[in-house]
């Protein structure tokens, strides 16, 4: 199996409800072992994408394949290649860990000594060997996370979809949850992971852009950064931006000017390279500043380009 072969294709997959559109002739491939990030504001055709990739509602028009399988044609197929943790993690909530693993492997027919291997291996993988008999519904919202992920992964899937995974766990809990995630895509299995945190985008190899049902941008964070953040950024400590907006009206060299927390980033043309050739623009300005620091655009930078700061 070549590690270039498209598990996922899809080719202007569209979703109409009524005459409202939710997804709009989107076009993407992914390839195995890949961490495909899908992102996007609420409401933008995250999980209606997805849904409709598991098998779990038909397309209006377009096609795509899942692990080789049409998804309109053989949605029971592309069921048992996949494995899916929706928005809501969908655990029974009064079954304990243990129950609700042995319940996952049962709807996909995994039995006897089979099933306790796989229980065995899944609480191992989510780290619950000491949790197996605690109710789920007393677990914190990041180890139920966890035993979600454990749950979707039970028949050993070659493509895992996670609808927005972390939303509501903590920090601490989401590093943990990329650290498993990182750990299965080097073990082969591909994922496709949607998530408004644009920080968790970085972590993706590729990212695909979602504003009101179209895909607007499809790269590597590095490609959407140089594709859509032009010129040099730099972050101003110590400045007010909107004396420093009002300093630099009508530069031509000027991009954007745009507070972050304590600091204003600065967007300049790429002419413009170094702390010092800032210093000189801005000396003689009236306009006061402290420590100027070279930066790289974040995704954030990205988003806020091709969304106009909807966001
Ligand atoms: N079953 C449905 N019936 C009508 N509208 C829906 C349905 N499911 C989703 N939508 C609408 O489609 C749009 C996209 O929804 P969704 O895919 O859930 O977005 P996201 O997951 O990006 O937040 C939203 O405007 C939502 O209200
Ligand atoms: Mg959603």
């Known amino acids: 199996m070549s590690l270039d072969e498209h598990v996922i294709e899809v080719r202007d997959l569209s979703r109409k409800f009524g005459a409202f559109t939710a997804v709009d002739a989107v076009n993407f491939d992914v390839r195995r072992s890949e961490i495909f990030g899908y992102l996007g504001a609420n409401g933008a055709g995250k999980s209606t994408t997805i849904r409709m990739l598991c098998g779990l509602l038909a397309p209006t028009t377009g096609h795509a394949t899942v692990a080789g399988k049409d998804i309109a044609r053989d949605p029971v197929g592309v069921k048992r290649s996949i494995g ?25 027919g995994i039995g006897g000594k089979k099933q306790r291997v796989a229980v065995d291996a899944a609480l191992e993988r989510a780290q619950l060997q000491d949790s197996r008999n605690v109710i789920t519904k007393s677990l914190p919202g990041g180890v139920r996370q966890r035993l979600a992920l454990a749950s979707a992964l039970i028949h050993k899937p070659v ?33 496709f992971v949607t998530t408004h945190h ?45 004396a420093l907006r009002a300093a630099l009206a009508g530069d031509a060299r000027v991009l954007q000017i745009q507070p972050f927390g304590r600091r204003v980033h600065l967007r300049v043309d790429a002419a413009l ?17 402290g420590e100027i620091q070279r930066i790289e655009p974040t995704l954030e930078d990205v988003f806020l380009e091709l969304v106009g700061g909807a966001s």
């Open 84 to 108: 899916y943790m929706s928005q809501r993690f969908s655990l029974y909530l009064d079954l304990t860990v243990q129950e609700n693993l042995q319940f996952f492997a049962g709807a996909y």
């Open 159 to 191: 493509i895992l979809f996670l609808d927005e995974p972390t939303a509501g766990v903590s920090p601490d809990s989401r590093r943990d949850f990329w650290r498993m995630i990182r750990g299965l895509a080097r073990e082969g299995t591909t994922l």
């Open 198 to 242: 644009l920080d968790e985008a970085e972590y993706c190899d590729r990212i695909g852009l979602m504003v009101d049902g179209k895909l607007v941008a499809l790269g590597t964070p590095p490609e959407l950064k140089r594709e859509h953040v032009a010129g040099a950024m730099f972050a101003l400590a110590d400045t007010d931006h909107r």
């Open 273 to 289: 390279g170094t702390p010092v050739d800032i210093q000189s623009m801005l000396t003689g300005r009236g306009v006061a500043f």
